[in-house]
Nanobody, 122 residues
């Protein structure tokens, strides 16, 4: 069992940047890691994923070109660098690990953090 803890959320103006971090209690070197988000009144939405096999990265269309996912297996950490933030990026962001299905399917992930709030003011 791996526990994930997100940090780095906060309030930022539109056009600004934030970097989210996800700290794992154990090794994540064999896991696909991902970020999802959930805005008020909406379902959980895929944001980005990074494979453990070859480091391939995947992004939702809404964030491609603005967000960058990365990982540091030695430190058991995953990150989400978010640039050019928009008001519609406001949500609780969740870190997820160990996917047994398609990387964009939330139901396939075994491990989840509790989330960190990102609020973008327009």
């Amino acid at each position: 069992q791996v526990q994930l803890v997100e940090s780095g959320g906060g309030l930022v103006q539109a056009g600004g940047s934030l970097t989210l971090s996800c700290a794992a209690s154990g090794s994540i070197s064999s896991y696909t890691m991902a970020w999802f988000r959930q805005a008020p009144g909406k379902g959980r939405e895929f944001v980005s994923a990074i494979y453990w096999t070859d480091g391939s990265r995947y992004y939702a269309d809404s964030v491609r070109g603005r967000f960058t996912i990365s990982r540091d297996n030695d430190k058991n950490m995953a990150y989400l660098q978010m640039n050019f933030l928009k008001a519609e990026d406001t949500a609780v962001y969740f870190c997820a690990g160990y996917s047994r299905k398609h990387y964009a399917e939330a139901a396939g992930y075994a491990y989840w953090g509790r989330g960190t709030q990102v609020t973008v003011s327009s």
